[in-house]
């Protein structure tokens, strides 16, 4: 193992042991129960991490997919550049760091039989944002959002609670904004501010750029020049969009509200033609 892969690992905010709540909707946005994870991440001697996931899907996911997710998978993760391999034999697939404490997967569960994209967000270095999708190939079987803590900081499974809508909480939010190439590399990196008016609208103003975002049936994004036209939709404390402009630029955005702690993160892609263009992460605090 290299020096750099070294500091990769040891640095890696997700190691030790987390207490996990799951929350399994079904692609309409329906609550179906939640799925409780003690979840491991152990540095290994041959600078693998060996992730082991406890699995208990609550009795309302008996006829659910979801509830067969359950046992005790094991697999291996590999720090690969900035880049983690998931090496089997439980999962197969690939994540990719945009942020500090921010990352997205995809791969397979090839025993469990479904495919999936994951994410995971930490808002606070104690407090994780998690969740993803699990796929029959392109059909979505359950879009799962939830909350880990680190077993030193709790004794018993984190929850989401409270308000699932960000203006529900408060009407002014600010943090950190980071800009991201899609090689990784940190473009831009400041103090971010967001305002929320009574009828849901927002504004996100960083350094000389100002989004205003306007959700009613669909959603509409305008900054100085440009104006995305897309569809949004909410499911449980998560807020996902995907947004067009009519010269082939698009906007895919994903929110995850933690209300009870005052935490937002938002996470925004941006496509030209569908090439990936620049990532951009934003952490927020309620004020």
Known sequence: MTNDQRQNVSSDKFLGAWLVTEYVYNPNGRFM?????????EQLDNGNIRVIQHCHPD?????????RFTGTPVFELQVDGRYRRYLGPAVIGTGIPWSEGVMTGSGVWPKFGYNFRSFGFLATPTRQLTGGKFFNATEMV???????????ETETYPELDGAVFANEVSSIWQGSYR????????????NCERRYAENGRWRDVISEQDYLFDIQERIICRNQSETYIGIAKQ????????????????L??????????????????WYQDGELERVEVAKLKAV
């Open 59 to 67: 009795d309302r996911l008996a006829e659910h997919p979801m509830g």
């Open 179 to 190: 800009l991201v190439s899609p090689s990784g590399e940190v473009l831009q990196e400041e």
């Open 33 to 41: 129960g939640t799925i409780h994870q003690r979840r491991e991440l």
């Open 142 to 152: 359950a879009n799962i959002v939830g909350v880990a803590m680190p077993e030193t």
């Open 252 to 269: 895919h955005i994903q929110e995850v509200l933690d209300s009870s702690f005052g935490n937002l993160v938002s996470l925004r892609h």
């Open 235 to 250: 499911t449980g404390w998560m807020l996902e969009a995907e947004l067009y402009e009519k010269n082939g630029r698009s």
